[in-house]
């Protein structure tokens, strides 16, 4: 069953790209989520085909890539987040040190995740629920620290944007993502709780085609 899950994600991301591609295409800071979708398209689809491809070094290889995507791209929905405060018109979002802050955070979260989780990481396979991948040899002792801050700036933003223009989605993907992966859930899955990410990035590429749909409107 998780093998077919992780297929249906990678396609489910696939469209949301397309979509990115088709309908939010004004090029600014906030067409940095294409990056986090391509990640999690290439995450996913690896994921998915990981027992097709057998262990071994091209499987291996390849999924070094998952961390370091995950290293580069993840953190700049912090980026993400100040863009649509920005895009909204949002005052306090206009000036130049809050550009400068959210781009300071996003590369010390680079940094953080570079140093503590992905800079000489060692990988082994795991087998689980039908699935072959690749993981830390080193299980993390506590929760994701890079994730938890990103987090805190897409909640940030999306209550400050529900509160400015009515646009809740933002917000809403945001806490049922961080919600649901705090949440233990007794499921004989390591796919099921993916569809959090997955709602929350379907929340985050509508609410860009949305404030795209608005500037070109405007």
């Known amino acids: 069953m998780d093998t077919v899950l992780y297929f249906i994600y990678t396609a489910a991301y696939l469209v949301l790209l397309i979509m990115c591609i088709n309908f939010g295409n004004i090029w600014d800071a906030s067409s940095l989520l ?8 290439y995450d996913n689809g690896l994921i998915a085909i990981g027992k097709f491809l057998g262990e071994g070094p091209l499987l291996e290889n390849l999924s070094y890539l998952r961390f370091w995507f995950h290293a580069f791209f993840t953190p700049t929905l912090v980026l993400f987040s100040w863009s649509v405060l920005n895009r909204a ?8 040190i809050v550009y400068i802050g959210a781009l300071l955070y996003t590369i010390a979260l ?14 082994v396979p795991e087998r689980e629920h039908g699935l072959l991948r690749y993981v830390s040899a080193e299980p993390s002792s506590g ?7 990103v987090s805190i700036a897409l909640i940030t933003a999306g ?3 529900w509160k400015k223009t009515g646009w809740k989605w933002m917000l809403i ?8 992966s705090a949440v233990p859930i ?11 990410e997955l709602f929350l ?18």
């Open 201 to 218: 990035m379907t929340t985050l590429v509508a609410t860009k085609i949305h404030q795209d749909r608005q500037l070109k409107g405007a």
């Open 173 to 180: 993907g945001s806490v049922v993502m961080t919600v649901g």
């Open 159 to 161: 209550a400050i944007l």
């Open 143 to 149: 929760p994701p620290l890079m994730v938890l801050f």
């Open 110 to 123: 680079v940094i953080m995740e570079i140093i503590t989780e992905t800079y000489g990481i060692k990988i």
């Open 34 to 41: 294409f990056l986090v979708v391509f990640g999690l398209v």
């Open 89 to 96: 018109g949002i005052e306090f979002a206009k000036r130049k």
């Open 186 to 196: 007794p499921v004989e899955s390591a796919a099921v709780t993916n569809g959090f």
